[in-house]
């Protein structure tokens, strides 16, 4: 009778525990297992707090006297500002594994990475639990790191009808009632955003600071261009829907997606060259083409003066790049 009761005693106690390690399971917020390294590119963070994750304790807090910000910058460098002094290195990233090196810690996880919050974590060898590092995105203009020296105001040109804003809320009705007399839903349009920014030389009379283009799903494409002499110009325009749609299937033409990820030095004289004015300025371009997105980096992009190509790269990337500059500065 005394084996019975233990017995049932026992399968009681196995149960409430099983119950109570499927609630804790359940409670535990879904990890990241693949980081986009399109999310960590180009981005810009503040440190705020350490959290020791077993006791959900902060055990170190950013103030005054402990000023912290990292730039993860598009060539897979970064840059980090710590009380005054300035580091620099270079990072990547696997699923979820961020390798970059920071005191003794030269590989994190990725926790979380968002518009709100950048969360890298770290598991001491000695067991003594793991750690999160908190930090918050910056804008440039807030960041410690390298600024033009002369700061110049910004110029807008807009390539769109000038008296746009006078029949702003007629073109509103317009589009609501043309909605509404629409029989069947459009199919949505497949997701295209195309990014070029870099590439080119630094140096000479106006040297140019900025070179950006942006093309957006909606067809949107802004051009930023600032040099020293000039200024910053912001070009808008729109570009066809049916465009768009013809020009990204002229990159899947060119096999973009398949290429490799960057394009860099093979001999000592390109290498060379990285450390000779006008210095090069690496080139970037990202394409998203529905779930498929590829960001693909050249060191030194083009010929120089001597017509010179120091780093071998397909002559499809000339060819999609020279696309989208076209596009940006004709009329």
């Not at 979820?96 to 890298?120: C, D, G, M, P, T």
Request: hydrophobic content about 30%; charged content about 30%.
């Amino acid at each position: 009778m005394k084996t019975l009761k233990y017995i049932l005693s026992l399968s009681l106690m196995i149960g409430m525990y099983c119950i109570a390690w499927t609630q804790d399971s359940s409670s535990v917020p879904n990890t990241p297992s693949n980081i986009e390294e399109t999310r960590i590119i180009e981005t810009k963070w503040r440190y705020t707090y350490t959290l020791h994750v077993e006791s959900n304790t902060t055990i170190h807090q950013a103030d005054d006297k402990y000023d912290f910000y990292i730039h993860f910058r598009y060539d897979y460098s970064y840059e980090q500002y710590l009380n005054g002094k300035m580091t620099r290195g270079n990072w990547s990233i696997n699923d979820a594994e961020l390798f970059y090196n920071f005191k003794h810690i030269k590989k994190f996880f990725v926790r979380e990475v968002s518009k709100q919050r950048l969360v890298l974590e770290f598991t001491q060898p000695n067991s003594k639990g793991a750690y999160q590092y908190h930090f918050i995105p910056v804008d440039s203009k807030d960041a410690p790191f390298v600024k033009p020296f002369n700061e110049l105001p910004e110029v807008l040109v807009e390539a769109d009808n000038p008296n746009k804003e006078k029949n702003k809320k007629s073109k509103k009705n317009r589009k609501k009632k043309k909605k509404k007399e629409a029989e069947t839903p459009k199919e949505k349009p497949v997701y295209i955003s195309i990014e070029l920014i870099g590439g080119g030389y630094y140096g000479g009379i106006d040297p140019v600071l900025k070179d950006y283009i942006q093309i957006k799903s909606t067809g949107r494409l802004i051009k930023e261009f600032q040099s020293v002499q000039n200024g910053l110009v912001v070009t808008k325009k729109n570009i066809p829907r049916d465009e768009l749609e013809e020009f990204a299937e002229f990159i899947m033409a060119k096999n973009f997606f398949n290429l490799e990820r960057i394009y860099d030095c093979e001999d000592e004289l390109c290498q060379k060259r990285k450390r000779i004015k006008p210095t090069p300025i690496p080139l970037r371009l990202s394409v998203t083409y529905g779930s498929q997105k590829k960001v693909i980096t050249i060191t030194v992009w083009g010929k120089d003066k001597n017509e010179t190509q120091y780093v071998p790269y397909p002559k499809e990337l000339d060819q999609i790049i020279v696309s989208i500059q076209r596009m940006a500065d004709r009329i």
